[in-house]
């Protein structure tokens, strides 16, 4: 295995340009559904955040069985359902995206709607579109061993997650098996946002191991991180933080506020009621929200 | 019988055939092995089998009966009817063979607490049973729809001293109440044992579920074999997950005999309202394992619906699609309707109340006996009783005085 330089092992070229050796700034991972809360938001918001600090962008499938979310991302994986998102209105959104921006992104979903759309065929049009990696929650290292193949084969990454009870022999394992980087979960549980000082406490330790055993691969540290202040502490000793519940709940709030996608919560169809008061002021509210996240101003 | 054991599913990694594995967060995967470890440790303890076995006879009620259904049998006139009477479990069904199994297991392994789902509330039941009875704290999840249903199983919970968490996400259904358990787990690995109902869930559980049932299928042969002097031609038991049916059916793949699993088609297996996973769906991954799902084309699991609440799930378990695809076993569904007549046929002729779940796999006997000879002999799974059914039982046959009207009272030599 060459690993000469640092992260030799990314294959997509935009991935490895995000975790370039000579950066100090923490990079920063957003994760949204795709979707949520209207089909017609997700570019604007994908380039949005783009534009206001966001490095990779993983844009969520959504599953109607999501066992690792917790009650924020259910929500819009539910919401985006109704909307109509599917995995070849994703990869849509993709090539929609790579008309505009470079920026790295990762798709992350579970893997049946993944296996229905045919494994093959899904890491095919997802390179063709533009597609830099692959997060499967479902899908731990050791289960379908050719999926992973495929992936890099197509110049593609499968990302694989630690967690804090991951002991240091498998930790060792998965960093050899994952390719952009290594997800770091920092407490066990689903997602969603946590009590600051509990996610500090524990995860100091978390890390330590984590530098000990994953050498291979960038890491990326999430689950619980809801504000800047957060993501900069837990983010010191690693490459960069996830915010993934924080902000879908975020894009809820602030598209609700506006009254955009009010419907939203009786089971409607968002799209709907796309036209009813929007003023489309959210979208900048959401965008602050980011900066913030990022820079802290 | 000394056949040879050929039989040999699952791999080391938790596959039959190409179904099953461990489809989960990574969190969980330290306490899959941790288990997978136990379990095999505790196969091979004497003192910890000992301790099972005893806790079966004395608490459970084990062995269960071998019953000749007579009038059943004289009704169809053709083979004789045999029905294996895990009714007459501690609780009312079979589901108490397994809770006692892994129950032992979570002690082992030093955990405190216990979190198990449930749909009919059977296994709910069962679960909270065996935490009253080792004085361990536990959470039962359970979706609000089948809290609705089953009110009475969800006040016998709470007799039992289990907190019982109505799941409001999704169907509402079991389903939804399974994800909030793996969620409970994901969340609280530490100290909690996730006593799952059914042979469903990521390797080990399909395995380890069959473990603490197959003494359904062992005590039936030594039984069969003491009775009649031979083994049964055919078995026949329901399927939702499919936990009595692998009970029974699994010390039996190696020998000759015909085996039909019956599943529940709802209002009809193309009405769109079907539960009937291996006839209509197709594989794909849900709670952890590789199996037959009833999915739509964008791979989204599609609601199940079946009168029964234990059948009214969109999976199945692994090792059942295994020996779907290898042909071993034949699965075939009956509706609603037909499960209902089933219930009255039954009762009125057996003096047994079957569980609706237990009801599908008597009603293919309307298939299934035309097709046999009087010196032949089948084996039903009576896997539950039907005592927490009464509500949707009367409600059913409210309506519907002909369907009451049972077979039973044109038989005049009772």
New interface residues.
């Given amino acids: 295995m060459n690993i000469h330089s640092e992260h030799s092992r990314t294959r997509s070229a935009r991935l490895s340009a995000c975790f370039r050796p000579d950066r100090s700034d923490p990079v920063m991972s957003l994760f949204l559904t795709a979707g949520f809360p209207t089909l017609e938001d997700s570019l604007d918001l994908i380039l949005g955040f783009e534009q206001n600090g966001a490095d990779i962008i993983e844009l969520g499938m959504p ?8 009650p924020t991302i ?1 929500f819009a994986s ?1 919401t985006a ?1 109704r909307n109509g998102v ?2 070849s209105w994703i990869l849509d959104l993709v090539r929609e995206v790579r008309k505009h921006s470079s920026i790295p992104i990762v798709l992350m979903g ?8 045919g494994a093959d065929r899904m890491i095919r049009d997802a390179a063709d579109a533009g597609v830099d990696g692959f997060i499967l ?4 290292v ?3 061993p050719s999926i992973r193949e495929s992936i890099r084969e197509h110049g593609m990454d499968l990302i ?8 240091a022999e ?1 930790m060792r394992e ?1 960093d050899r098996q994952s390719s952009g980087f290594v997800y770091c ?1 920092s407490v ?3 997602t969603g946002a946590r009590e600051g000082e509990e996610v500090s406490k524990s995860v100091d330790r978390f890390i330590d191991r984590v530098i000990e055993n994953v050498a291979l691969n960038p890491k990326m540290i999430g689950f619980g991180i809801k504000n800047h202040e957060n993501a900069m502490q837990v983010s010191k000793r690693v490459d960069g933080f996830i915010v993934g519940s924080a902000l879908v709940e975020q894009i809820r709030a602030t598209a609700m506020a506006d009254g955009h996608a009010n419907h939203a919560e009786n089971g409607q169809p968002v799209a709907d009621s796309v036209e009813t008061k929007s003023s489309g002021d959210w979208k900048e509210e959401l965008f602050r929200f980011v900066r913030h996240l990022k820079f802290g101003d | 019988m000394t056949a040879v054991q050929t039989y040999n599913q699952p791999t080391a990694n938790g596959y039959f055939g190409q179904f099953g594995g461990r489809f989960v967060p990574e969190t969980l995967i330290p306490v899959l092995d941790e288990l997978i470890g136990e379990l095999e440790r505790a196969q091979q303890d004497e003192q910890f089998l000992a301790e099972y076995h005893r806790l079966l006879t004395d608490y459970v009620g084990r062995p269960t009966k071998l019953t000749l259904a007579e009038r059943l049998t004289e009704h169809y006139g053709r083979a004789k009817i045999y029905l294996k009477r895990e009714d007459l479990c501690h609780t009312g069904a079979h589901k108490i063979n397994n809770a006692v199994g892994q129950i032992l297991l979570a002690r082992r392994m030093g955990k405190t607490r216990i979190i198990a789902e449930t749909g009919a509330g059977q296994h709910g039941v069962a679960t909270a049973t065996v935490c009253a009875r080792f004085g361990m704290e536990c959470v039962i999840y359970m979706g609000e729809e089948d809290m609705e249903r089953q009110r009475l199983n969800v006040d016998r919970m709470r007799l039992l001293g289990a907190e019982v968490r109505g799941v409001s996400s999704g169907s509402k259904t079991l389903k939804d109440a399974t994800n909030e358990a793996i969620r409970d787990w994901v969340t609280n690995v530490e100290n909690t044992f996730y006593i799952i109902g059914s042979v469903v869930g990521p390797h080990p559980y399909p395995m380890m579920t069959r473990f603490f049932h197959r003494v359904i299928g062992d005590e039936t042969k030594r039984q069969i074999l003491e009775r009649e002097g031979r083994l049964p031609d055919v078995l026949l038991a329901c399927v939702g997950g499919g936990s009595n049916a692998i009970g029974l059916f699994y010390p039996f793949l190696d020998d000759p005999v015909r085996i039909i699993g019956v599943e529940a088609a709802g209002f009809g297996v193309d009405s769109g309202k079907t539960a009937a996973t291996m006839t209509k769906g197709s594989p794909g991954v849900l709670h952890g394992s590789l199996s037959y799902l009833l999915q739509d084309d964008g791979g989204q699991v599609e609601l199940a619906h079946s009168i029964s609440a234990g059948l009214d799930y969109p999976g199945v378990g692994p090792e059942h699609s295994y020996l779907h695809d290898s042909g071993r076993v034949e699965y075939r569904a009956v509706t609603d309707d037909e499960a209902m007549t089933a219930v009255s046929l039954v009762s009125s002729m057996e003096g047994i109340i079957p569980a609706i779940e237990t009801a599908h796999a008597f009603a293919f006997l309307e298939t299934l006996m035309p097709q046999t000879d009087p010196d032949e002999l089948v084996v039903i799974n009576c896997s539950g009783r039907g005592d927490k059914d009464m509500q949707t039982i009367s409600e059913y046959f409210r309506d519907r005085v002909d369907a009451v009207a049972p077979p039973a009272q044109t038989t005049n030599k009772a």
């Fill in positions: 599953f109607s069985d999501p066992l690792a979310d917790g259910q539910q359902i599917t995995i579970y893997l049946n709607p993944l296996l229905r759309y929650p479902d899908l731990p050791g289960e379908m694989q997650l630690v967690a804090p009870n991951t002991s498998r998965i979960v066990t549980g689903v």
